[in-house]
T-cell receptor, first 115, second 112 residues
Framework: KAGVTQTPRYLIKTRGQQVTLSCSPI?????VSWYQQTPGQGLQFLFE???????NKGNFPGRFSGRQFSNSRSEMNVSTLELGDSALYLC??????????????FGSGTQLSVL | KQEVTQIPAALSVPEGENLVLNCSFT??????LQWFRQDPGKGLTSLLL?????REQTSGRLNASLDKSSGRSTLYIAASQPGDSATYLC???????????FGAGTILRVKS
């Protein structure tokens, strides 16, 4: 069974540009959540999608958005990139919308560098 | 607002030593608590999940305990090996909402 797949693995962008990251969850999983990891702030929750609907959102500006498709694949978009957006973006999937006692399965992440 | 703290921030031990990683949280209204491992530049691997009604979970050389009333969890690693070197993160899932609130992690180095 394939794990959570995130593409691309690495991205380099310049300030002001926009970026789209992709996440394919484990087959059969319908919940996809996104986290940002930085050395200073650690892991912070961005948002969660279930059945194509955003169910929960963290404290990030509106420049951060996402969506989920009917096959449960998810994308997140960051517009007008800032230097502080440089981070490892992690996607996690689970079968149910929680809270649940399921383990979350994480992808390897997309490392975004903003120059 | 839930805050999760992990102590120590870093730990270096010789191979074969037993060790304990600590995690504390401020809001006891947790649904469960998970321990993850992260290798450099990689995603997270779930190690153990303790439900709020449970006191501990075991997997191989790993044992995690949970004391909701005191807001603490510990991860015990027996007979540590160099391959255990990684960052260990604890995360609480709250009863309200579905997000995980993570600690900053403990960087573990096991020396051969």
């Amino acid at each position: 069974k394939a794990g959570v797949t995130q593409t691309p693995r690495y991205l380099i962008k310049t300030r002001g540009q926009q970026v789209t990251l992709s996440c394919s969850p484990i087959s059969g999983h319908r919940s996809v959540s996104w986290y940002q990891q930085t050395p200073g702030q650690g892991l912070q929750f961005l948002f969660e999608y279930f059945s194509e609907t955003q169910r929960n959102k963290g404290n990030f500006p509106g420049r951060f958005s996402g969506r989920q498709f009917s096959n449960s694949r998810s994308e997140m978009n960051v517009s007008t990139l800032e230097l502080g957006d440089s981070a490892l973006y992690l996607c996690a999937s689970s079968f149910r919308l929680g809270p649940t006692n399921e383990k979350l399965f994480f992808g390897s992440g997309t490392q975004l560098s903003v120059l | 607002k839930q805050e999760v703290t992990q102590i120590p921030a870093a730990l270096s031990v010789p191979e074969g030593e037993n060790l304990v990683l600590n995690c504390s949280f401020t809001d006891s209204a947790i649904y469960n608590l998970q321990w993850f491992r992260q290798d450099p530049g990689k995603g997270l691997t779930s190690l153990l999940l303790i439900q709020s009604s449970q006191r501990e979970q075991t997997s191989g050389r790993l044992n995690a305990s949970l004391d909701k009333s005191s807001g603490r969890s510990t991860l015990y690693i027996a007979a540590s090996q160099p391959g255990d070197s990684a960052t260990y993160l604890c995360a609480s899932r709250m009863e309200y909402g579905n997000k995980l609130v993570f600690g900053a992690g403990t960087i573990l180095r096991v020396k051969s």
